[in-house]
């Protein structure tokens, strides 16, 4: 049974996703803080002043909460949109990441006429 335990905990994709939901919470965080701290005093604040409304999320209607809705679905918009270009920054980045990398690995391999030309060598010494 606990041989079983030990497999389970230490399968690769169970550390993996582990790994990724920790790393999930922590850039939840991120984009909360900039979605609370920057874009919304920016961006909406401003929107909403304009419009003469104090707090979207206390706008109602015959008993109907409307503005909490409409708030919700704000917040689910700038999270989105923000998201979004903060993971095709980080596409951009592995992209060229990757172009550096096979840069260097062509740069470094050795052509098949050098192999060759070692392994003539190695076989005149002998």
Do not use: C, H
């Not at 809705?69 to 903060?86: A, E, K, Q, W, Y």
């Not at 550096?100 to 010494?125: D, S, Y």
């Amino acid at each position: 049974m606990l041989k079983e335990l030990k497999a389970f905990l230490l399968r690769g994709n169970v550390v993996d996703l582990a790994v990724a939901v920790i790393i999930g919470a922590a850039f939840g965080a991120i984009i909360t803080s900039l979605v609370n701290d920057i874009i919304t005093p920016l961006i909406l604040n401003p929107l909403l002043k304009a419009a003469n409304v104090e707090d979207i999320a206390k706008l109602t209607w015959n008993g109907v909460k409307y503005g909490s809705f409409l708030s919700s679905i704000l917040n689910f918009l700038i999270i989105g949109t923000t998201l979004f270009f903060v993971v095709k920054a980080a596409e951009k980045a592995q992209s060229l990441t990757k172009k550096e990398e096979e840069v260097v690995e062509e740069e470094t391999a050795p052509t098949e006429l050098e192999v060759l030309q070692e392994i003539k060598a190695l076989l005149e010494k002998r």
